[in-house]
């Protein structure tokens, strides 16, 4: 055998790891952020959503990097759009 087949034999192993990884690891995780990031550009208002905090409320405006949130009657807070955790889905 040469070097150079023997270099190749040491490395295919941590090759096949890196590839293990990043089919377990970083392929759900960019998924996952890809479908996060959809679901706050199409936040709108009048959606229901969850905060981060645990704070369930209605948008009532929507801008470029924040949401004003109703929480309660006559008690608006606004947040950053990246503490929005889920937008929950009406079920009529």
Do not use: C, W
Not at 61 to 87: C, G, L, M, P, Q
Request: charged content about 25%; proline content about 2%; glycine content about 6%.
């Amino acid at each position: 055998m040469s070097q150079g087949t023997s270099f190749l034999y040491s490395i295919l192993p941590l090759l096949v790891i890196f590839l293990i990884f990043y089919l377990l690891i970083f392929l759900p995780h960019s998924k996952e952020e890809k479908k996060r990031k959809k679901m706050l550009e199409n936040l709108k208002k009048g959606d229901k959503v969850i905060t981060t905090g645990g704070i369930y409320g209605v948008i009532t405006k929507v801008d470029k990097n924040t949401v004003n949130i109703k929480v309660a009657e006559n008690v608006i807070i606004k947040f950053d759009k990246n503490a929005i955790s889920y937008v929950i889905k009406s079920q009529n």
